[in-house]
């Protein structure tokens, strides 16, 4: 019995010394080499970071039309999916005869509707690719979690990536019809 209780005492000796240990460390790693509070207050905000590589941009599909579509086309277009984001606040109409894209500021570009590339092996509207003309692309997907625009409580069922003249823009969409 009077062995355990030896190996016991030592064995929170032990722990004692590296509690000890760990809290010196701590307060070590913890200390700035500033002395005053005036100084630690003073502390400098680094630059935003810039990128040194390039992003390369990404692969288009080639261009099946013949031209943009008119957004005051007479035609019919049955509204597919509707599509926003946030900063920027942007905005893209799927319908059945042209895809529309506007922008805060007021610009409208409207694209002839081409049946999407959709994954291979999964349902009909898991992903699809849209082609905005020569300019750009829409990919659509909806997974298993929502996708907020964070700045409403609505959840959207789709998330959308738009490559569109050379900007990247990310935002989530809802079924039409």
Known sequence: MRQATNYL???YTGMKQLLILC???YLACACDNRTSPAERENTDTLPPREATDPVPEPPTLPDTSSEEASSSSNEQNELYYRISGTEPFWSLNIGSTYLTYRSMEGDSL???Y???KRAAGRTDDWAQLYQLGNQGWVLLRRGNTPCSDGM???????TATVWLKGQLLD???EKKN
Do not use: E, T
């Open 110 to 112: 409207s694209f002839p």
């Open 23 to 25: 809290l010196a460390l």
């Open 9 to 11: 005492l030592r064995g």
């Open 114 to 116: 081409n049946s999407p």
């Open 171 to 173: 935002g989530c969409g």
């Open 152 to 158: 409403s409580d609505h959840d959207y069922a789709y």
